[in-house]
């Protein structure tokens, strides 16, 4: 994977999902500077806006996480990027918002609904496409390469 998006010659960094440990994939794409303990949350430039990356492999934003998102916030006077796995809020997808949710995103809303500014959060995991808003955080759900699931049955249900 590393050496085909090398092929494609543009910017890009990586995030660890539920399925990954971050150590190995900061070692596959040489980012184990950014790791904090076996975590991996970094900030990134892309151009004159910082991207901050969350770690959720584990299901959960640690308070460490926390701490570091609270003053990176507090350092931007105006709109944040925020990337992770886990959607920070429930999604709508009842299969995923009851099996697989973010275990403490209470505590990230707090600290996402703390800053002043409008957030943009990019993540993944639920298999599905949707844009969700709250307060001042829109999130956008992406969809994977693999495979999508209906989104609104509460069982497990693929599209095909």
């Given amino acids: ?26 070692k596959v794409f040489d980012l184990e500077h950014r790791l904090t303990g076996e975590e991996l949350f970094y900030k990134y430039a892309a151009g004159d806006r910082p991207l901050l990356l969350l770690e959720t492999s584990l299901g959960i934003v640690s308070a460490a996480q926390l701490a570091w998102l609270t003053e990176e916030l507090a350092a931007l006077d105006g709109p944040a990027l925020v990337f992770m796995h886990h959607p920070p809020i429930i999604g709508g997808v009842p299969f995923m918002d009851s099996n697989y949710p973010l275990r403490n995103m209470e505590n990230l809303q707090a600290v996402l609904h ?41 069982a497990f249900e693929l599209i095909t």
């Fill in 1 to 26: 994977m590393k050496s085909h998006l090398d092929q494609l010659e543009i910017p890009y960094t990586a995030i660890a999902g539920n399925h990954d440990t971050s150590a190995v994939l900061a």
């Fill in 114 to 154: 703390g800053h002043p500014h409008p957030i943009y959060v990019f993540c993944g995991h639920y298999h599905v496409e949707k844009m969700i808003c709250s307060k001042n955080m829109t999130v956008h759900i992406t969809p994977t390469t693999y495979f999508q699931m209906k989104w609104q049955q509460p």
